[in-house]
């Protein structure tokens, strides 16, 4: 199932990306692309099939060579239908994957042992990169900017979809940024880092507000809030693990990892 998920995953990307090529030829009229467009999305369409997995979408045929005339690539009314068919079918197909992919797959407990493995083992890589062959530059982290540096890219180890700062939908008059959105599983990963302002109650107040705004993105179904906490200024990592929990409903689980606790 997961092997399945991630060819999906993959391909929805492929799909997503072909669609923008397609609408930016279109826009751009460059009539030239549309034989290689026509071959990336039948090859999307049988890569699907590999998959077990049927959209209800047809191939495109290719442009009838008795349509053309002497000259291929001019622009003439045909190739910008076939254009234009292009951008319609490849974006029905993304469509069609994404709203598959999050019907199939929620946040699975392996989903999340992957996520809380990257963040039991953040703040040994963080140690780690301060040393380097001779003394070459690195990321010290020393910031919560930092720690959403390391921990896209730790998360891109096993994620195909790392999404930085989606923006949340407006709540009480305003509208938020989250860090990380994992779409395909619908999984948010909210960074914070401990330090002398920031203690036990102000991170409990700030991750309250900041839930009750995730749980109204139609893609987060899963909270992670991730706190950074090398120094230990949280001084009582399993209390605030609890009290946050306690947020979760049933449009909403929350997760609170403290590491190191």
């Not at 997995?53 to 005339?69: C, H, K, S, T």
């Not at 699975?108 to 703040?123: M, V, W, Y």
């Not at 900041?210 to 706190?227: G, N, Q, W």
């Amino acid at each position: 199932m997961e092997n399945r998920l991630n060819v999906l995953q993959s391909l929805l990307i492929d799909a997503q990306q072909l669609a923008r090529s397609a609408q930016q030829d279109y826009s751009q009229k460059q009539w030239n692309t549309y034989d290689l467009l026509i071959k990336e999305f039948n090859r999307i369409l049988g890569d699907m099939r590999s998959a077990g997995v049927d959209v209800g979408l047809a191939e495109i045929a290719p442009m009838p060579i008795n349509a053309l005339g002497y000259f291929r690539y001019t622009g003439i009314s045909v190739e910008q239908a076939k254009l234009r068919e292009i951008v319609n079918a490849s974006e029905r197909l993304a469509s069609k994957l994404e709203i598959l992919l999050h019907n199939s797959s929620t946040a699975k407990p392996d989903t999340l042992a992957r996520i809380e493995s990257i963040c039991n083992g953040f703040h040994s890589v963080a140690k780690s990169l301060r040393k380097r062959h001779t003394q070459r530059p690195t990321l010290d982290v020393a910031d919560e900017y930092d720690v959403q540096d390391l921990l896209r890219s730790l998360l891109a180890v096993d994620f195909f979809d790392v999404r930085p700062e989606e923006w949340t939908p407006s709540y009480a008059g305003g509208a938020a940024r989250m860090d990380f959105l994992l779409k395909s599983e619908q999984v948010v990963v909210e960074t914070k880092m401990s330090r002398d302002s920031l203690g036990d109650k102000e991170l409990g107040e700030q991750l309250i507000i900041d839930i009750a705004k995730y749980a109204e993105h139609p893609d987060c179904k899963t909270l992670v809030c991730f706190i950074y906490n090398p120094l230990g200024l949280v001084s009582n990592a399993a209390g605030l693990q609890a009290d946050l929990a306690k947020q979760s409903n049933e449009n909403l689980t929350v997760r609170v990892l403290v590491r190191p606790s």
